[in-house]
């Protein structure tokens, strides 16, 4: 297995990612996938564009997939109190994902005061080395899949409530609140069409082992199963 990492910027502003893992026979398409992805993307012109290649030389975790549910008036704030975050800590992370920040990975915050918990600045946390093989339904799209996968990944670790992400995608409107208990929920229209507003947010506990759990997250090599 090898681990296959995408991205792209434009004037060190971020346009696009793209993480997985794959068998070496699938490297090459895995790479074009990820290549008109980064260099055509809605978000714009890019003139910087890394892909990164490394073999896996660890055992995988087998992560089971979240179960995905597809409700059209999915409400924010009432799937996020089922999940013991406060209303200030809702208030908080969205104030991350709507501001002129573009954050290339996670913020972690207390569940409970809304405060940030993680130490990584702008970069925030990336979710690196997982792939989803067992999820490739045609009715899925690889936007979908991937969204699954990463959701399945930030709330498999003890201690977490949730993840809710807005993508930065000018054109893409629809978000995703998810929990290991609860499951995958897309949140529709979360935000205006034509913005670059967007980012993900953990909620965790305030006791959450930290160091441990971003080495889950970025280090750890991870199989998603259906």
Do not use: W
Not at 53 to 69: A, G
Not at 92 to 104: A, C, E, H, M, R
Not at 130 to 146: A, T
Not at 171 to 196: C, D, M, P, S, V
């Amino acid at each position: 297995m090898y681990s296959i990492k995408m991205r792209a910027s434009y004037q060190q502003n971020h346009i696009s990612g793209g993480e997985t893992m794959c068998e070496a026979e699938n490297i090459a398409a895995t790479i074009q996938r990820f290549f008109e992805k980064g260099f055509y993307h809605e978000n714009g012109e890019v003139d910087f564009l890394n892909l990164k290649i490394e073999k896996i030389t660890q055992p995988l975790t087998h992560l089971h997939s979240l179960v995905r549910h597809n409700e059209v008036k999915t409400n924010l704030e009432d799937i996020v109190a089922q999940s013991n975050v406060s209303s200030l800590a809702l208030k908080k992370g969205l104030s991350y994902i709507f501001n002129d920040v573009l954050y290339t990975g996670a913020i972690i915050l207390s569940a409970q005061s809304g405060k940030r918990l993680d130490t990584t600045g702008q970069r925030g946390v990336r979710v690196t080395n997982f792939s989803f093989p067992s999820i490739h339904s045609s009715e899925l799209s690889e936007r979908i899949k991937d969204a699954i996968s990463i959701a399945t990944c930030t709330t498999h670790f003890k201690g977490v409530y949730g993840e809710l992400c807005v993508s930065d995608d000018v054109h893409y409107t629809t978000g995703y609140y998810a929990t290991k208990q609860l499951g995958y929920h897309r949140i529709f229209n979360i935000k205006e069409a034509g913005t670059r507003h967007g980012g993900r947010i953990i909620f965790v506990d305030d006791n959450l082992n930290m160091s441990d759990y971003i080495h889950f997250l970025e280090c750890t090599p991870k199989r998603i199963l259906a």
